[in-house]
């Protein structure tokens, strides 16, 4: 068979390809050889084919189906229906339907049949993966079900799990069983098993082999205090690195900021038992021989004692053996605690105090307004002291009129001079001016995307600050050179007075003219804002759907832009009417005409806009938009065209329009209906609002004369139940006639069976009700109502005290309380007395039960205000962002959760810093910390009273008093901590994942914050940040996924393997098959690498396989196995005419592929350059294969060039084409020639009786000149 694709096109000779004129003439019985006796008819060429060569053993080189086929039989006393013969022809038994159900869920094929012994035989075909599904849902529906139990040790179960309980999925569908584990809160090692016998017995296995694997490993948790846990580490890990190496044992010491008295060792036992000796032993001497002693360091020390990654630590550790204990920097003690050899103590203690006096700090006086010019543009004037003094830290801190440096006292000393110098020279040329504006004026200051403000600081070089709506302050702070100060403050003031003389005025202009008025790009607009350039003009946002249209400016301007606009908008609804016609989905081709001609003649006659619904949708509208007189000539138009291409009528019904809505129905579902019953006949009822009975119905005659029945007995029926009666009432009474949740009009529909319509928003008489029903309980609904009406309309006045404290809450937000009391009671009226009067009484005026009712609802809102308290809840500002979570997500759960409200204090900002957003950014060396309250490490913590919280780390609680003291415990639980977890160095690039997605998606899952230390540092703690729960379970998952990680790092190993074979390279095509079907098959069959030699190499018969041991000797033996089934083939030449190649090969080489997969043998043709012998045809494979194929394709080269010469005979006496005409072909020679055939022979002497011999007289026999030729010619069977 051919390797590839390439191969069999390199050697296809061109259809046209000319014989070699090189050689002999044939003689005639070459070119035509007589058949044998035993041979077959040419006709049945095919069939006389060897059924060993149609029907033999298929070579193991040919492609893989891609479907599958599985047979398993089902024992009698297993069969969980016996009911399969039990039904008659053409029924369905449960057998059927559940397998029907499964090849629907699955896409495969079943079949059952029954044998003698009544077990059941079930067939499944199609692709693999779905083969295995169905067969597992067949086996747990068709057949018994076996339920045994096996008990494995529970630390072996997340190994039968495996990741994400994928290991477990794939032992279930394996075995064809279902396998329960018990929860981890069950205390249990019992594991379940269901489903067949032979299926359990697998499980079981598959279980054993598990466990039995699991067995050899150990794990110690060894109980160390964790005072001794350095010295069992060493410096920097070094002796615990060391012991793993040795051991190969894996040591867990939990990280300093976790308090456990314990050391975890895991791996094999004997690895574990060594490092459990090791460590006992050291933990023993030091326990023995350590002695301590404490010295009292200043807290902000501290961090230089403890060192950058704690290096210092280390350092000691390293230089004198003992271990130093710093205190947490959230504790409050100074005490340092130094562990080691009495005679090592000195030593450690000196070098204690030496880090911890090497660093000193001082402040410099600077005013906070001129912190950032002090940092300079992008930190770029402080960067100039800092990078000759590396070691000097300066710290920023927001609104404090000081600047603190911390380094080494000498180049401390330097920055303070440095930045001394910078203060005064600031202070010297340097100004600021305070402006206090209005805030309503704020945002036209600074103007869309902060143009206007950008202007005048780029017109002037100086900063201004314009507070925040939050912030609540009117003052706008100017900052810079004297000069440009006073300029920027006049041109601030000239625009504020502009805009106090300024007026704003809305029009209405419907949104969808919006986009018309704006123009593309904006052009339009545009021509209007330069024709009145002093408006401001404002659209909404096009996600409000709102119609109002804000104007700006002068008021003369204003009012001019303002008729301008509303003329635009007159001209806009004039020309865009639309209108609906409903034409039969059947006849839009012919509205539309051959190439759109039909409705583009009506679109430019009429002047409109013509909308046809899409092929694929259901609707029939087609929508005209235009001046509605155009519109409504294009309509006519469109109809008249339907009808005359349909029987169409229209008629007219008259039914009262006061029975419209109940026959249209529920948004239209009731007309609908009867329209689809009525094969679609339209039926259009007059315009909302209209007093017109005409519905007009138009379509086919007979479904309108259909229509027409079923709507006036709908109409009859609506006459004789639907009497109808109308009252008035005031709007504001509605919501009370209705009651809350509809209780009292309910009451009164129950007891007199009357409908009550209430208007909509929509209607334009917003005061009648409409009571629909019988005339007898329509006159009763209508007394009722009547009479709770005239109690309404009894106004009278009533008061309730309500203490002044409370008054704001019913006012505030433009008095939101009050309008929702208005809108429950009636329109009651609520007067609240005016600010600064000190009275507490509140004045009601409405019905007197519309008064009582709101009387009890303020009593009710005030009871609630009065059992309220407001408390504090300290947590610094700098986890606040983390306690309120995204977009306030945790904060808004912890007050929906306990009802109460929780505010957070505002962020303080500096002057001129700040994102444009609000958001204060106070720097550190011109780098911007984002927590607010800049600390570094605990440093000025002692200069601060320890017990008076910030004003900025009190968040204010106000609820009920146990509602706010759980809401406290909640936003404690949420403050978050931070925990280090030891993750090897190595595992760090698999934890991150491609571009961070591993890890972003752990802390999405956990909800914390994951810090991996940068590649340059090499170290192996990861920190997690979060609030406690959710640090404990990242670190869970953390030490999962290291458990993970080391497991594939044990299978790389495995499967890196590798080893040679050689081949001789004339068999590598083959091997690899065409388009790398045979080996991609090894490959995938035994999960290994195979790699052959590149062009050019040395060794171009080595072919390299990598992976486990097993599986590559395993591919190595099948390789060799292909080697020897080649070395079998033979290489067979058959001569077949060159004229026939072409039609062998077939078209693109499928008929040539079809022979060589039926024959598996592979076929060479020669290429057109090849001159030598054009018609050698090569036949490689298995000797009966090639001698199968040689014989087919001789008797294809028989018919082909039979039909080969009789079309060259016939070309003769056809007509030449224009073409071969005007191009006559070149004589390429005299054609087709053959010797000693039986025309060339002369012509039989007839009176020779040689020739022809007389009969003899007695035996009728032939006379015997057999030496004589025969005239003609030769015979030759067909």
Not at 136 to 142: A, E, K, P
Not at 357 to 366: G, K, Q, R
């Amino acid at each position: 068979m051919s390797s590839d694709m390439a191969q069999i096109s390199e050697d296809i000779p061109a259809p046209d390809a000319s014989r070699s004129e090189e050689g002999d003439i044939p003689s005639y019985y070459e070119a035509f050889p007589p058949l044998s006796e035993g041979e077959s008819p040419r006709a049945g060429a095919s069939a006389s084919t060897p059924a060993a060569a149609q029907w033999g053993p298929t070579n193991k080189m040919m492609l893989r189906t891609s479907t599958t086929t599985q047979v398993f039989r089902v024992p009698l006393e297993e069969r969980r229906f016996q009911e399969i013969n039990e039904h008659g022809f053409g029924e369905a038994g449960e057998q059927a339907k559940i397998c029907k159900d499964i090849m629907q869920k699955t896409g495969v094929a079943i079949e059952m049949s029954l044998a003698k012994d009544q077990s059941l035989t079930v067939v499944i075909t199609g692709k693999i993966e779905n083969v295995m599904k169905a067969r597992r849902m067949v086996v747990n529906q068709l057949q018994t079900q076996a339920n045994v139990t096996m008990k494995i040790p529970r630390e072996h179960h997340r190994f039968i799990l495996g990741k994400s309980g994928k290991k477990l999925q794939e032992l279930e569908l394996n075995t064809t069983t279902k396998i329960t584990i018990p929860r981890p809160e069950e205390n249990s090692d019992v594991i379940r098993i269901v489903g067949t016998k032979e299926g359990i017995d697998k499980a079981r296995h598959e279980l054993q082999l598990i466990t039995d694997e699991q067995a050899k490993l150990a794990f110690e948790r060894l109980p160390i205090a964790k005072i001794y846990h350095p010295f069992i580490c060493g410096p920097n890990n070094a002796l615990m690195k060391e012991l793993q190496d040795k051991t190969g044992a894996r040591i867990h010491v939990p990280p300093p900021s976790v308090m456990k008295d314990e050391i975890v060792v895991s791996g094999e036992k004997e690895g574990v038992h060594e490092a459990k000796a090791t460590i006992m032993k050291i933990y023993e001497e030091k326990k023995r021989k350590c002695q301590t002693v404490s010295v009292e360091v200043r807290k902000s020390q501290h961090k230089y004692v403890i060192g950058p990654r704690a290096g210092a630590l280390n350092e000691i550790l390293q230089a004198t053996g003992v271990s130093v204990e710093v205190p947490p920097l959230d504790s409050p003690s100074e005490t340092i605690t130094l562990r080691g050899e009495q005679d090592k103590l000195g030593p450690a203690l000196t070098m204690v105090y030496s880090k911890a006096n090497s660093v000193v700090i001082a402040e410099v006086v600077a005013p906070a307004w001129l912190h950032r010019f002090i940092i300079g543009r992008q930190g770029a004037t402080i960067r100039k002291i800092t990078q000759d003094l590396p070691k000097v830290h300066i710290e920023f801190t927001e609104g404090q009129d000081k600047i603190v440096i911390e380094g080494p006292p000498d180049e401390v000393e330097q920055a303070q001079k440095a930045l001394g110098e910078i203060t005064q020279d600031l202070q010297t040329r340097m100004a600021y001016a305070e402006l206090d504006v209005n805030q309503k004026y704020h945002k036209h200051i600074i103007g869309k995307n902060g143009a206007n403000i950008t202007r005048i600081k780029n017109d002037t070089g100086v900063a201004i600050r314009i507070p925040s709506d939050s912030e609540g302050s009117r003052i706008i702070r100017i900052e810079g050179d004297p000069k440009g100060v006073e300029k920027a403050k006049a041109e601030l003031m000239e625009m504020v007075e502009k805009m106090e003389n300024e007026r704003s005025k809305d029009i209405m202009i419907e949104q969808r003219f919006h986009r018309t008025i704006i123009g593309a790009k904006g052009d339009k607009i545009k021509e209007v804002r330069d024709k009145f350039n002093q408006v401001q003009i404002t659209f909404p946002d096009p996600g409000k759907k709102s119609n109002i249209v804000t104007l700006r400016g002068p008021k003369n301007d204003v009012e001019k832009c303002y008729k301008y606009l509303q003329q635009m908008h007159q001209e806009l609804i004039a020309v865009n009417y639309q209108a609906e016609v409903h034409i039969f989905k059947q006849f839009h081709k012919n509205i539309i005409g051959k190439g759109g001609a039909t409705i583009k003649k009506i679109r430019e006659e009429t002047d409109t806009r013509i909308d046809l619904p899409s092929e694929a949708s259901d609707s029939d509208v087609i929508v005209i938009t235009g001046k509605r007189q155009n519109v409504e000539t294009a309509k006519a138009k469109i109809e008249a065209i339907q009808k005359e291409l349909a029987n169409i009528k229209e008629i007219t019904i008259e039914i009262p329009h006061k029975h419209h809505n109940s026959i249209i129905g529920a948004k239209g579902r009731l007309i609908r209906s009867i329209m689809e019953d009525c094969g679609g006949v339209i039926v259009r009822f007059p315009p909302e609002g209209g007093k017109s009975d005409k519905v007009v119905l138009r379509g086919p005659k007979d479904d309108v004369e259909k229509a027409k029945k079923e709507l006036l007995a709908l109409a009859d029926e609506r006459q004789t139940h639907g009497f109808t009666a109308e009252i008035k009432a005031k709007p504001d009474f509605h919501k009370f006639l209705i009651g809350r949740n509809g209780a009292n009009i309910r009451k009164v529909r129950e007891s007199t069976g009357a409908r009550v319509i209430f208007p909509t928003s929509k209607d334009a008489d917003q005061e009648t009700i409409s009571i629909i029903g019988t005339e007898e309980s329509v006159s009763t609904a209508k007394t009722e109502l009547e009479a709770m009406i005239k109690e309404l309309e009894n106004v009278v006045e009533g008061e309730i005290s309500v203490d002044p404290k409370y008054h704001r809450h019913f006012v505030a937000r433009r008095g939101e309380v009050l309008h929702t009391i208005a809108a429950d009671y009636g329109g009651v009226s609520v007067s609240f007395p005016r600010s600064g009067m000190k009275s507490d009484k509140v004045v009601l005026k409405g019905a007197k039960d519309c008064i009582e009712g709101a009387k009890k609802r303020i009593a009710e809102i005030v009871a609630e205000l009065e059992s309220q308290v407001t408390i504090e809840c300290v947590i610094p500002q700098q986890y606040h962002r983390t306690v309120m979570g995204t977009k306030g997500s945790r904060v808004q759960e912890v007050t929906k959760d306990h009802n109460v409200g929780i505010k957070f204090p505002d962020r303080p900002q500096a002057n001129g810093a700040g994102d444009g957003k609000g958001n204060a950014k106070p720097q550190v060396n011109g780098d911007v910390d984002v927590n607010g309250d800049t600390h570094v490490d605990g440093a000025g913590d002692a200069e601060h009273d320890q017990d008076k919280p910030k004003k900025q780390d009190i968040i204010l609680i106000t609820g009920k008093k146990e509602d706010c003291e759980a809401a406290k415990e909640a936003l404690m639980a949420l403050v978050p901590i931070t925990e280090e977890v030891n993750v090897p160095f190595d595992f760090h690039r698999f934890i991150i994942g491609q571009r961070g997605r591993d890890v972003r998606k752990m802390m999405e899952e956990f909800d914390v914050n994951i810090s991996i230390p940068p590649a340059d540092n090499r170290s192996d703690i990861v920190k997690v940040t979060g609030p406690r729960a959710n640090v404990a379970r990242a670190v869970e998952g953390l030490n999962a996924r290291v458990e993970e990680l080391e497991k594939e790092k044990e299978d790389r190993a495995l499967k890196n393997f590798s080893l040679e074979v050689r081949v001789d390279p004339a068999y590598h095509p083959k091997i690899i098959g065409r388009r790398g079907a045979v080996i991609s098959k090894i490959r995938d069959a035994f999960d290994v690498n195979i790699q052959f030699p590149d062009k050019g190499s040395e060794n171009q018969d080595v072919i390299t396989i990598t992976g486990y041991e097993k599986s590559a000797k395993e591919a190595k033996d099948e390789i060799m196995k292909l080697v020897g089934e080649l070395d079998n083939m033979i290489t067979e030449e058959v001569n077949l005419d060159h004229r026939v190649h072409s039609r062998i090969i077939g078209q693109k080489g499928r008929q040539v592929r079809k022979i060589m997969d039926d024959y598996k043998v592979d076929i060479k043709f020669p290429r057109s350059s090849d001159n030598d012998n054009p018609d050698l045809v090569v036949i490689t494979g298995m000797e009966d294969n090639v001698l199968d194929a040689k014989d087919y394709l001789q008797n294809l080269e028989e018919e082909y060039l039979q039909d080969v010469l009789d079309r060259e005979s016939m070309r003769q006496y056809m007509h030449p084409s224009k073409q071969e005409q005007s191009h006559p072909k070149q004589n390429h020679g005299p054609g087709f020639q053959v010797r000693d055939a039986p025309w060339d022979k002369q012509a039989p002497n007839m009176e020779s009786t040689e020739d022809f011999p007389s009969f003899a007289s007695g035996g009728g026999g032939v006379a015997a000149g057999g030496g004589a030729p025969s005239w003609g010619p030769g015979s030759r069977r067909f």
